[in-house]
């Protein structure tokens, strides 16, 4: 199993010590390392700032917003930091939810898989150049339909260092999963568990049967954010993680459509998941932290002392991962690719 550094969105400003934590993974011989945006920071930025220092780890985001950007901007930005960084650039999309989609970007969320797939397609016809693009979509359309009638089809007029970029999807639900496997290079699970590793692998298992799949399981990257803490107390260990699993039960999505939230309802944990919803949605935050069990964080993350650790790593280098994202300082990581071995 590989090991990559996530960096994950930033706050109220960059993180302090990111520049040297990229280059400690890359010292470390870490895979890859990856950026995320949310509705603050952008993915692309801080990874060419922060990518410039680095010569041979993978560059990814985890994940642009597809809503963000017309795909052909996707593109154009994974062409270019392609040529950047010498051929070493993931693309990560992602669809979001309908509260940032529609309420930040003003832009529609119904039918996303379908969406998905259009965009996909057209971000892969821009990076290959292999003719003015062109598409006739239900969601897009190239030259527009409707406009002036003075749109033609273009052409990028940067050649590409590969003519295919790999594109991973972050997805929770099993439909997205599958779709996954079938149009993508990678999957880019959040909240995943070994104990559903079973459904996971039926999901990833229809999306490869499709007759157009690109993949096949061997040749296929599934990168997971997993919270990794190594520490004497596994009850502290936990505490550092509930409040931000508090925020995306709770928090990211409305009452009605949270997909974190069903993750852990497929979990197991549905009555603790609607009870640390209705406290964060009500404003007591703390009490939905508390409200998380420490079974639910040692389901989906590796803490507590490094022993343990060691003995839990067996169910997750069983499982369909292939690359566990770490997050944390230099210092921190230096830690925990130690205990990983």
Same mark, same amino acid.
């Not at 795909?71 to 509260?99: E, I, K, N, Y």
């Not at 062109?134 to 033609?152: H, M, V």
């Not at 507590?304 to 003995?311: F, L, N, Q, S, T």
């Given at each position: 199993?590989?090991?990559?550094?996530?960096?994950?969105?930033?706050?109220?400003?960059? =993180?302090?010590?990111?520049?040297?934590?990229?280059?400690? @993974?890359? /010292?470390?011989?870490?895979?890859? *390392?990856?950026? %995320? $945006?949310?509705?603050?920071?952008?993915?692309?930025?801080?990874?060419?700032?922060?990518?410039?220092?680095?010569?041979?780890?993978?560059?990814?985001?985890?994940?642009?917003?597809?809503?963000?950007?017309?795909?052909?901007?996707?593109?154009?930005?994974?062409?270019?930091?392609?040529?950047?960084?010498?051929?070493?650039?993931?693309?990560?999309?992602?669809?979001?939810?309908?509260?940032?989609?529609?309420?930040?970007?003003?832009?529609?969320?119904?039918?996303?898989?379908?969406?998905?797939?259009?965009?996909?397609?057209?971000?892969?016809?821009?990076?290959?150049?292999?003719?003015?693009?062109?598409?006739?979509?239900?969601?897009?359309?190239?030259?527009?339909?409707?406009?002036?009638?003075?749109?033609?089809?273009?052409?990028?007029?940067?050649? =590409?260092?590969?003519?295919?970029?790999?594109?991973?999807? @972050?997805? /929770?639900?099993?439909?997205?999963? *599958?779709?996954? %496997? $079938?149009?993508?290079?990678?999957?880019?699970?959040?909240?995943?568990?070994?104990?559903?590793?079973?459904?996971?692998?039926?999901?990833?298992?229809?999306?490869?049967?499709?007759?157009?799949?690109?993949?096949?399981?061997?040749?296929?990257?599934?990168?997971?954010?997993?919270?990794?803490?190594?520490?004497?107390?596994?009850?502290?260990?936990?505490?550092?993680?509930?409040?931000?699993?508090?925020?995306?039960?709770?928090?990211?999505?409305?009452?009605?459509?949270?997909?974190?939230?069903?993750?852990?309802?497929?979990?197991?944990?549905?009555?603790?998941?609607?009870?640390?919803?209705?406290?964060?949605?009500?404003?007591?935050?703390?009490?939905?932290?508390?409200?998380?069990?420490?079974?639910?964080?040692?389901?989906?993350?590796?803490?507590? =002392?490094?022993?343990?650790?060691?003995?839990?790593?067996?169910?997750? /280098?069983?499982?369909?991962?292939?690359?566990?994202?770490?997050?944390?300082?230099?210092?921190?990581?230096?830690?925990?690719?130690?205990?990983?071995?």
């Amino acid at each position: 199993m590989k090991l990559g550094y996530h960096l994950g969105y930033w706050h109220s400003g960059p =993180p302090e010590g990111a520049l040297e934590a990229v280059k400690t @993974a890359e /010292e470390l011989g870490f895979d890859s *390392a990856w950026t %995320a $945006e949310g509705y603050g920071s952008d993915a692309f930025t801080p990874l060419a700032w922060w990518g410039a220092s680095t010569k041979r780890i993978k560059l990814g985001t985890d994940i642009v917003q597809m809503s963000a950007r017309t795909p052909t901007a996707v593109g154009m930005t994974a062409q270019t930091l392609d040529h950047l960084s010498g051929g070493r650039f993931v693309l990560g999309l992602g669809a979001s939810g309908p509260q940032v989609v529609e309420g930040w970007y003003g832009q529609p969320y119904p039918r996303p898989l379908a969406r998905t797939r259009e965009y996909v397609e057209i971000v892969r016809r821009v990076i290959a150049r292999d003719e003015p693009v062109t598409f006739d979509g239900e969601f897009y359309q190239l030259p527009l339909s409707g406009g002036t009638g003075l749109g033609k089809p273009l052409k990028s007029t940067v050649h =590409p260092v590969r003519r295919e970029i790999p594109i991973y999807l @972050a997805a /929770e639900g099993p439909k997205n999963v *599958a779709l996954s %496997a $079938e149009i993508c290079d990678g999957w880019l699970p959040l909240f995943f568990s070994p104990k559903n590793d079973a459904f996971y692998r039926a999901a990833l298992k229809e999306g490869f049967a499709r007759p157009a799949a690109r993949r096949k399981p061997e040749d296929f990257e599934v990168a997971a954010s997993v919270p990794v803490i190594v520490h004497d107390d596994v009850e502290a260990a936990a505490d550092l993680i509930k409040p931000s699993l508090a925020l995306y039960i709770g928090g990211m999505g409305a009452k009605t459509v949270n997909f974190h939230h069903d993750v852990f309802a497929r979990m197991g944990y549905e009555e603790i998941a609607d009870r640390v919803q209705d406290l964060y949605l009500a404003g007591h935050k703390a009490e939905a932290a508390a409200a998380i069990p420490t079974s639910l964080v040692e389901d989906t993350s590796l803490i507590g =002392p490094a022993e343990k650790i060691r003995d839990e790593l067996a169910r997750w /280098e069983e499982s369909v991962i292939t690359t566990l994202l770490l997050r944390g300082d230099a210092a921190g990581l230096r830690r925990v690719a130690d205990v990983l071995g």
